[in-house]
């Protein structure tokens, strides 16, 4: 298998990790792809990932039989039907539902801080202050349900981890990177909860560069 990634992506970051903790990250050839804007412009930067996946996004999965599957979420899905490691996503439907919740949450939280990126790219004159308060009041919601949330999870090393708990990390992790984000702020039920769960081997080595 083939997975186009970026090193920073979150998303792309979910699925690695999954593929760590079910043990078949050796079956997948990583492939960095240069994808986004160009630096301080809106400019897009042209790639062939768009022979695979029509968005332009990543992560993309190419299986074994040529098939493209994209969407983390989607591609997490299709690992756990690969080898005999407990599954990502749980079998039984409260958990399910519990951590498919969780990441969708993640996703719109990620979603914003990248929009918020973008606006903040645009002339000072050109920008929208309602939209970015819009986001940013999002981004607080979604981080403040978090802190709760993190509590039902145990984050031991020894422990399984779903899909709900890597999705947390994975943003967790897109804040820390910037020392000088809003929201690398102290949150004290998440920074205990991740400051075990960092010390797992997926997540170390899936570590995104600081900027």
Same mark, same amino acid.
């Given at each position: 298998m083939k997975l186009y990634h970026v090193d920073w992506s +979150?998303?792309?970051? %979910?699925?690695? #990790?999954? &593929?760590?903790?079910?043990?078949?990250n050796d079956q997948i050839e990583l492939?960095?792809?240069?994808?986004?804007?160009?630096e301080k412009?809106?400019?897009?930067i042209e790639n062939d990932i768009t022979n695979y996946n029509p968005s332009g996004?990543?992560?993309?999965?190419?299986?074994?039989?040529?098939?493209?599957?994209?969407?983390?979420?989607?591609?997490?899905?299709?690992?756990?039907?690969?080898?005999?490691?407990?599954?990502?996503? +749980?079998?039984?439907? %409260?958990?399910? #539902?519990? &951590?498919?919740?969780?990441?969708?949450?993640?996703?719109?939280?990620?979603d914003s801080l990248r929009l918020t990126s973008h606006e903040n790219k645009r002339k000072k004159e050109e920008r929208l202050p309602d939209y970015i308060n819009a986001l940013d009041e999002k981004i607080k919601r979604g981080l403040a349900v978090l802190e709760e949330e993190v509590l039902n999870y145990k984050s031991s090393s020894s422990d399984n981890i779903d899909l709900g708990e890597i999705s947390i990390a994975t943003l967790i992790g897109t804040i820390k990177r910037n020392p000088n984000s809003k929201y690398n702020i102290k949150r004290t039920n998440i920074d205990k909860w991740f400051e075990k769960l960092q010390l797992r081997?997926?997540?170390?080595?899936?570590?995104p560069p600081n900027l």
């Open positions: +979150p998303f792309a970051r %979910k699925v690695r #990790i999954a &593929a760590i903790e079910r043990g078949i492939i960095e792809v240069n994808i986004g804007f160009a412009t809106l400019k897009i996004r990543i992560p993309t999965l190419i299986t074994d039989n040529g098939e493209a599957i994209y969407d983390s979420t989607v591609i997490v899905h299709y690992l756990d039907s690969i080898g005999s490691a407990p599954p990502i996503v +749980p079998n039984s439907t %409260k958990d399910k #539902i519990k &951590a498919l919740k969780l990441d969708a949450l993640v996703q719109e939280v990620i081997d997926s997540l170390i080595q899936t570590k």
